[in-house]
Nanobody, 122 residues
């Protein structure tokens, strides 16, 4: 049974930082590229970042470039999202996901976590 479990969300103020973690089990972690997406109330799911299995290729959504950093630790089956300079518009539920195809397209991801809430107050 594949499980992706996010953690690290919370309530912060504008300009603060948070680090999200996503611990994976039930799959061969190095077979998968990993991604982060987010969804705010009333909005479509938005691509945030993706990383290849080796970490050698990374891509970010335009709204988070320069502020967020995705990384992974294959020894721990974990992917991270370091979020700096948080803004109220970053408020959303953040999801990690696994795919065998390095992509920014949500429908191409095979497995998803349950999400973690990030709220940024102004």
């Amino acid at each position: 049974q594949v499980q992706l479990v996010e953690s690290g969300g919370g309530l912060v103020q504008t300009g603060d930082s948070l680090r999200l973690s996503c611990s994976c089990s039930g799959l061969t972690f190095t077979d998968y590229a990993m991604g982060w997406f987010r969804q705010a109330p009333g909005k479509d799911r938005e691509f945030v970042a993706a990383i290849t299995w080796s970490g050698t290729s990374i891509v970010y959504g335009d709204s988070v470039k320069g502020r967020f950093t995705i990384s992974r630790d294959n020894a721990k089956n974990t992917v991270y999202l370091q979020m700096n300079g948080l803004k109220p518009e970053d408020t959303a539920v953040y999801y990690c996901a696994a795919t065998k195809v390095y992509t920014v397209v949500a429908i191409q991801y095979d497995f998803w976590g349950q999400g973690t809430q990030v709220t940024v107050s102004s």
